[in-house]
């Protein structure tokens, strides 16, 4: 990836590759260790910073089992002033080059789909770069006012609420191929204004995606017109190749839907379908075969 945050940690991964390198460069052997622990840090809370909002220190509590491990009888202090000082400028770095190497393996990049509570994650495609992202732009007010098309199916006596969704953070990641990936990460849904009935709002909005994708049976509460007409409209369609919705709001595990051709056309279920679905609905007859139009 050639976002900012996969830029900045490829910077610190080159300048920490230089404390076995060429340790000389940091100054002295306190120095050296501080710095590397100071810029692990900095590394972690680039690939996990909602992991680091709840448990912000992970490198450090890494490190005191790490210097607890070669010095069992002595923890709490640095390496630095536990090496003997004859052999501490040899010694040193390749401990904290080993250290780094642990932090590398065991504290990767944090699942956006597992620390936020609702992730909209469109794979984009086309040519213009412009009209991609502003596909996802679209996508994400689609997304919006069909939740609020299932906030009046599922809570009647709450048709004057808007379910207005907190304003997102977005990410944007290229592949090594200049592929785009646009990641829309939403959070303080109780704090944006909704409450938990937009939860199950969210869910019958879902289920119905699933439906639609035939990814799932039909959902068992029955869905008005214009709520699966809305739900339709977020099935991916040309400069869209894929859409992954999830979060931990849902409870589930991520619905991913791909594009199939340009889905020009109307897709509504069939209308006597709709009325079954929805008494409220008058009856429609089959319109003419086109031979009988003259």
Known sequence: MSDPISAA????????????????????????EL?????????????RR?????????????????????????????????????????????LLEEFRRQIVEKLLREDPFAVNELVL??????????????AACRYFCRFER??????????????????????????????DGGGMRVRILINGLDRGGCAP??????????????WL???AERPGAAQDAPSVEAARRLLPRSGLRSICIGGVTTGSAPLVLQTRGERREVALPHWAALSAMDPRLP????PAPPEAVR
């Open 9 to 32: 940690v490829d910077y610190l991964d080159r300048r920490l590759s230089t404390v076995k390198r060429a340790p000389g460069t940091w100054g002295s052997p306190e120095s050296l």
């Open 35 to 47: 710095q590397s622990l100071l810029l692990l840090e900095l590394r972690t809370f680039l690939l």
């Open 50 to 94: 909602r992991t680091h909002a709840k448990s912000p220190f992970e490198v450090r509590d890494a490190y005191v089992r790490f210097i607890h491990a070669r010095f069992p009888d002595r923890p709490g202090y640095l390496l630095s002033a536990l090496l003997p000082p004859d052999h501490v400028q040899a010694d040193l770095p390749p």
């Open 121 to 134: 994650e469109l794979v984009l495609g086309g040519r213009k770069r412009e009209a991609r992202f502003a």
């Open 146 to 175: 069909a939740l609020r098309a299932f906030l009046r199916t599922g809570a009647p006596a709450r048709r004057g609420a808007r379910a207005i969704l907190p304003e997102p953070e977005v990410q944007v990641l290229r592949d």
């Open 197 to 210: 009935v937009d939860r199950e709002a969210l869910g019958a909005l879902l289920a119905t995606l699933a």
């Open 213 to 215: 994708d035939g990814k």
């Open 283 to 286: 009856p429609r007859l089959s």
